[in-house]
């Protein structure tokens, strides 16, 4: 897990069949600035920004995506980044 000031991210090794539903879970947490999707050799298949107002509808085109990227292959690695929670360090 890498964090400066702003963000903290965090990998996790998942299956392509829990792919969907974890991408899912943590949009709706609330607290993801970015999703990416990473295949077994580290690429980056997938980078989902997310902001606030990204629901429903403005997401269909990423499930359909998903789920085509998550046929492909056995494993991937999502890279979480969180947006910074509590209040601000001191200087």
């Known amino acids: 897990m890498r964090t400066d000031e702003q963000s903290r991210t965090e990998e996790h090794r ?37 902001t606030i107002g990204v629901v429903g509808v403005a997401l269909i085109p990423v499930w359909v ?11 991937y690695t999502l890279e979480i980044e969180r947006g910074r929670s509590g209040p601000p360090a001191a200087p």
Not at 66 to 72: E, M, R, S
């Open 14 to 50: 998942i299956s392509g069949e829990r792919l969907v539903d974890r991408v899912k879970e943590l949009v709706r947490e609330g607290n993801v600035r970015r999703i990416k999707i990473k295949n077994e050799e580290g690429r980056t298949l997938l980078e989902i920004p997310l």
């Open 65 to 75: 995506a998903l789920g085509a990227i998550a046929a492909l292959a056995a494993n």
